[in-house]
């Protein structure tokens, strides 16, 4: 890069389309792949509408998969998204900035592109971390701006298509005048993203892909630290139900027969045992044997009938997640349990004594803790 005239020239080989295409590629995938999971994610979370009832409760690692492969594609579209950045960046510098109403349009689509692609990786990395160091709510906007990047990115796949077809192979037609000396550098280069991406991916995936747990290096949470050997997002302490005391809990359950239990009462129903795992949306996951009363059990008791829904309600006075519903495949899934025990134990405090939900194929955030009143919808 030698100034003129005040202005870079890039006479550095690499910042060409074959290179932009060939990193391109792998990118676009990632994207692709963390937008669809995200869909997933989004519609399991916050259900539009009457879709609540019809999510499906299985299988039951569905959201373990889908949320893993979220956040471990995010994870990896990182080192990819920079280097096609820096593949591309000289033509920041192209002069004249604008040559037609056309060529402005398209390097507006394509600074909408990669501020967008910046802030999705960027929020959702922080995220993982649970830290927000911004004004703005995490979901509603992560989600927006998916959306958002999603169009830019088939727009720019348009307008780029005759030359991602010309670059698409790996050798590509003579006619495109590519120095064919540049290919060991090309080949170096794209093995360094490759060696990137693959650390990355290596020293985060274990948090949800148990068989590389030992590799978690990285992750906000390795899926085998934590009371009861399961991770924790929030502590009955940070929550503010630590004084709770068994003798005094009871669990309020309202439809059209309602009625109380004490903790003696729920301990003498039928109690079942599942082996469900933990998926929390921040993409760490982990197996567990819970122990406890059926959802559907407790319904029926009620008077539900078989299409009634559930609103489960914490003790805890505050947070987002304090009430939290199911549609009526999750209620009446026999794997849904109002657990009350972790492995054999009795639930500790951080998991949600002395009653949680455990559901299959559902966001972390809504296996609700520290139940205090199910409410027949
Ligand atoms: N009442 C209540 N339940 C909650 C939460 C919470 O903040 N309050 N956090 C949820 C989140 S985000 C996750 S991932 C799981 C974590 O489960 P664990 O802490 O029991 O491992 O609990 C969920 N249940
Ligand atoms: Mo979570």
Redo the contacts with the bound molecule.
Sequence with gaps: MKPLLGLPVFSGRLHDARTATAIGRPLGLAVAVCFLTGIVSHVLQRPPGLAADVLPSRPAWGYRFTQGLHVASGIAAIPLLLAKLWTVYPRLFARPPVRSVRHALERLSVAVLVAAALFELFTGLLNTFQWYPWPFSFVPAHYAVAWLLTGALLLHLAVKAPGIRAHWRRRSAGTLALPAEDEPDRRSLLLGVTAAVGAVTLTTVGQSLTPLKRFDLFAARHPDH?PQG?????TAAA?GVAGLVAADWRLTVSGPRPYELTLEELRAMPQHEVTLP?A?VEGWSASARWTGVRVRDLLERAGAGADAGVRVV?L?RR?A??VTEMGRTYAHDPLTLLALRLGGEVLSP???FPA?VIAPNRP??L????VGRLEVL
């Design positions: 934590g399961l991770p924790v997002n929030r929550a933990i929390c914490s805890q947070g997640y304090r951080d998991h949600g949680r972390g955030v296996q609700t803790k520290w």
